[in-house]
């Protein structure tokens, strides 16, 4: 299984996710310029990978902030804020990122910079490793919600490895239910404009020869009329106190169909992913994206010139839609305020808000 994210020596690799499956290469970011870059370009992407992303991009500024001579102390301010402004929606950015200035606060102005650079190499390696753990867990719980060789199940967007830091939310518990002879096959929409379905789940799948269906968005509908799939998984960028799920665009059409034909639609995400400060999905800020990535198809302009593009890279989906949310504290079921008031109270969850 390819790592999204490897950091060594100092130096940040993340896998270039736009040239997928047709070239692995990674990109070696030295400075933090280049990971928020990365992040902005979708080279890497999935919310539990864009945390860790800029976890390290923070690392690397700080130390640069030393060789350059820089006012250390502003300078991270200004770096957090930078990295904050390259996606608005997934949650998980904002989180890695006040927990890297947490750390950074324990620290007085008088500490010798490379102690406080030290410490958030410390941290941002804890972020990558926990989201590892993480999503085995998550995996474990979500298998669980299925029996033994009955289903075929319908994802959406990618939310497998390539979005984490390991193992996957809901590929990652696809896989297990897998492994477990749970589930037979999974249909994958393509996932339109970007196709992170098609590039990037399908491959997943197909490395580990799990049997993949890929669709069209538009199929979805007529696959489940037609009983071919008996749930739907699918992951989240953020997580409303109510439950509503912010997560790639289209996801709500899904969600809506399955409720019509009677599927259950589960998503599967970290608590990293909850946003305990907004009270539902009218409040999750959706991030809108060039006009290209819909006028164009593989560099080839399909559109006609001059006309209006509306090019939203998420949609909410409230909560009556979705089943069960799937974290690594359990599997949560509505009334989904209780459920996340009850998770925001859980004494063992540092929430590091």
């Known amino acids: 299984m390819l790592q999204s994210i490897i950091w060594s020596d100092g130096v940040l690799q993340l896998l270039n996710q736009t040239l997928l499956p047709a070239k692995i290469e990674y990109i070696s970011c030295r400075d933090w310029q280049t990971v928020a870059e990365a992040i902005r370009r979708l080279e890497v992407r999935g919310a539990p990978a864009i945390g860790a992303a800029a976890a390290f991009g923070l690392v690397l500024g700080a130390r640069e902030l030393i060789t350059t001579n820089e006012k250390f102390w502003p300078g991270i301010t200004e770096i957090a804020?930078?990295?904050?402004?390259?996606?608005?929606?997934?949650?998980?950015?904002?989180?890695?990122?006040?927990?890297?200035?947490?750390?950074?606060?324990?620290?007085?102005?008088?500490?010798?910079?490379?102690?406080?650079?030290?410490?958030?190499?410390?941290e941002a390696q804890a972020i990558a490793a926990e989201d590892k753990e993480v999503n085995k867990k998550i995996s474990l719980y979500g298998a669980q919600l299925f029996t033994r060789g009955e289903y075929a199940v319908l994802t959406h967007c990618n939310a497998g490895a390539l979005a984490t830091v390991a193992f996957g939310t809901a590929l990652g518990v696809i896989r297990q239910a897998w492994a477990e002879g749970k589930i037979r096959r999974v249909f994958v929409d393509e996932t339109r404009p970007l196709l992170q379905g098609a590039r990037l789940t399908a491959w997943e799948l197909a490395q580990e020869n799990i049997p993949v269906t890929l669709i069209t968005d538009n199929m979805a509908g007529w696959v489940m009329k037609n009983?071919?799939?008996?749930?739907?998984?699918?992951?989240?960028?953020?997580?409303?106190?109510?439950?509503?799920?912010?997560?790639?665009?289209?996801?709500?059409?899904?969600?809506?169909?399955?409720?019509?034909?009677?599927?259950?639609?589960?998503?599967?995400?970290?608590?990293?992913?909850?946003?305990?400060?907004?009270?539902?999905?009218?409040?999750?800020?959706?991030?809108?994206?060039?006009?290209?990535?819909?006028?164009?198809?593989?560099?080839?302009?399909?559109?006609?010139?001059?006309?209006?593009?509306?090019?939203?890279?998420?949609?909410?989906?409230?909560?009556?839609?979705?089943?069960?949310?799937?974290?690594?504290?359990?599997?949560?079921?509505?009334?989904?305020?209780r459920a996340i008031a009850n998770l925001a109270n859980n004494e063992k969850i540092n929430l590091r808000r």
């Not at 019509?260 to 409040?283: L, M, N, Y």
């Not at 959706?286 to 164009?296: F, G, H, K, L, N």
């Open 81 to 122: 804020a930078a990295l904050r402004k390259t996606r608005p929606t997934a949650v998980n950015l904002f989180w890695a990122i006040d927990r890297m200035l947490s750390v950074a606060s324990r620290y007085d102005q008088g500490t010798d910079p490379a102690i406080v650079v030290a410490a958030l190499e410390d």
């Open 227 to 337: 009983g071919m799939v008996q749930a739907v998984l699918v992951g989240a960028d953020r997580i409303a106190r109510n439950g509503d799920v912010a997560n790639k665009i289209g996801t709500y059409s899904v969600a809506v169909l399955a409720k019509e034909h009677g599927i259950p639609f589960f998503v599967a995400a970290p608590v990293s992913t909850f946003d305990f400060t907004i009270a539902s999905g009218a409040d999750i800020p959706i991030e809108e994206r060039s006009a290209d990535e819909v006028s164009s198809f593989g560099g080839i302009r399909v559109a006609p010139e001059g006309i209006d593009i509306y090019n939203p890279a998420f949609d909410v989906t409230p909560n009556q839609y979705i089943t069960a949310i799937i974290t690594e504290y359990g599997v949560l079921r509505p009334p989904y305020d």
